[in-house]
């Protein structure tokens, strides 16, 4: 089969190109929604911030909307990404109190890689599609952890693991923006507090 040929890989080069830079635009974005919020961010503003005319940011996006819907759809994948990378059939045979430390500690950790992730997801809804989203997201972490729970206790029954991991992904919501939200020399002990909380609720229900 004969290699492609310069005309052929000009449309190749510019799609990564237009990938490229719809990743940059979705990065400032991110970076101003975290600084103003959603309300306050505008395209005129995210474009300033990634370094482009408005005109080049309306090739991409036309609206705020389309923004977020974006946003939305790589905070998506990379959750899932996420989970499957820190949530594992082995876990089910780790020490609670050492899976509860590397859990949190990822969690706040992508919290300061993508800062806009908690400002949407864990703020007030901006949106039907975002409510709606993040619901999807917690219950399916909710659902991973009950089926780590339901390996790690097989004497539980489904409905019951369910129920913890429900509970213990709302102790999360709860207190995350606590942390998020802290002075930085206030933050480690409010991640240690989580973690007292999800060790003393999970332990005795699921090692008892």
Known sequence: MPEPG???????????????????????????IAEVGFANATTNSVAARAGISPGS????????????????????????????????DDDAHTEMG??????????????ASRPAFWALFHGSATSDRLAEVARDLHEGVAFRLAEVFE???????????????????????????LVVTA??????ALVEELKTMLRAYLTPALDG
């Open 98 to 111: 050492a899976l509860i430390d590397r859990l949190v500690d990822a969690m706040v950790e992508f919290k």
């Open 57 to 88: 940011l309306y090739q991409f996006f036309r609206n705020k909307d389309e923004i977020l819907e974006g946003l939305v759809r790589r905070y998506e994948t990379e959750q899932g990404a996420f989970w499957r990378a820190h949530l594992t």
């Open 183 to 188: 002075k930085p020399e206030d933050s480690p």
């Open 151 to 177: 390996l790690r206790s097989p004497h539980l029954p489904p409905e019951r693991c369910l129920t913890l991991a429900r509970m213990a992904t709302a102790m999360v919501r709860a207190v995350m923006p």
């Open 6 to 32: 310069p005309a052929e890989e000009r449309p190749v080069r510019r799609q990564a190109r237009g990938l490229k830079r719809m990743e940059a635009i979705l990065d400032a974005a991110e970076e101003e």
